[in-house]
């Protein structure tokens, strides 16, 4: 009887991550709201049953603790180096140059993904297990907003399929204007102050010491590049993004251009814009 127990609890864990998985990755749910909410309230009365048997990662951990006392500041495992925003088309340019010159003749190989105003922040995981997540800081520490971090959807407690020992991943914390709509009738209903744009409601929201507080604003995460990964890494910058999002955290999709060439301006043709962000 103990083991048929345990083994219900992790097949409802694997499926409940499934199924976060189809819905807030590939956005493609194969269950109902109604469904996948009756997968979770029986894993919480099995849990609430068998306290021994509850596990940090568990699905119903999103919201594991009270409030904290105030942020500690940790050191990253590597600099989180600012990254140069370029408006004007000469600057793109100006970028291009540098990279044939650095590949001594190879064509580069550009990738142009969706830039989202969110705020910065990483993650760590140890063994596939959500660990650490910090804000970008001063570049070399940062602040520990794990308790938000985990009550974030998009951010999976435990990585899908064989880990890396040690794995840390950098991206964007942002909430969609629905979102920010909704918060903020919220907001002014109870007589508080309502906030200028989305990205200030994310910072907001994650400086909260109630993890509580903010697992009921609808925040959502992606990540854009790598932080740091112990063990053999990928062979380019588009198959860390195939391997994270396999992983179960959720990239922007990309846009590969095999040999873009950046073409003296001509009067006779329009100007190509620059790309924002990275």
């Known amino acids: 009887m103990t083991d048929s127990i345990q083994d219900r609890i992790e097949e409802l864990r694997r499926l409940i991550e499934v199924h976060n998985q189809r819905y807030y990755i590939e956005a493609a749910p194969e269950i109902s709201d109604l469904e996948f ?16 048997r509850v596990t940090p990662s568990s699905p119903t951990q999103r919201v594991g603790g009270g ?12 600099p989180r180096l600012s990254i140069d925003t370029p408006y004007r088309e000469e600057e793109v340019r100006a ?7 650095l590949l001594e003749g190879e064509t580069p190989l550009y990738i142009v993904e969706r830039k989202i105003d969110g705020v910065s ?5 140890d063994h596939g297990l959500f660990s650490l997540g910090l804000t970008r800081g001063d570049g070399v520490r940062g602040d520990d907003i794990t308790h938000n971090l985990r009550t ?22 942002y909430m969609t204007h629905s979102e920010l709509s909704r918060l903020n009738r919220l907001q002014a209903e109870a007589g508080e102050r309502v906030f200028a744009n989305c990205r200030n409601a994310t910072a907001g929201s994650l400086k ?3 993890p509580r507080q903010s697992s009921r604003r609808n ?18 910058h588009a198959a860390f993004l195939d391997i994270v999002r396999g992983r179960g955290i959720p990239v922007a999709r990309p846009r590969m251009e095999k040999k873009a060439r950046f073409r003296e301006r001509r009067s006779d043709r329009r100007s190509a814009a620059a790309p924002r962000g990275r």
């Open 208 to 210: 909260l010491l109630d």
């Open 121 to 125: 922040a990483s993650l760590r995981y």
């Open 95 to 101: 970028f291009a140059g540098r990279s044939r010159r």
């Open 37 to 52: 909410d009756r997968l979770m309230l029986e894993l919480r009365d099995l849990e609430r049953r068998h306290p021994e």
């Open 67 to 78: 409030p904290i006392d105030g942020f500690r500041s940790v050191p990253h495992l590597d």
């Open 152 to 173: 974030v959807r998009d951010i999976p407690l435990r990585l899908i399929g064989p880990p890396p020992p040690l794995l840390e991943v950098r991206g964007e914390v």
């Open 219 to 236: 925040l959502r995460f992606f990540a854009h590049s790598e932080g740091f990964l112990e063990g053999e890494g990928p062979s380019s």
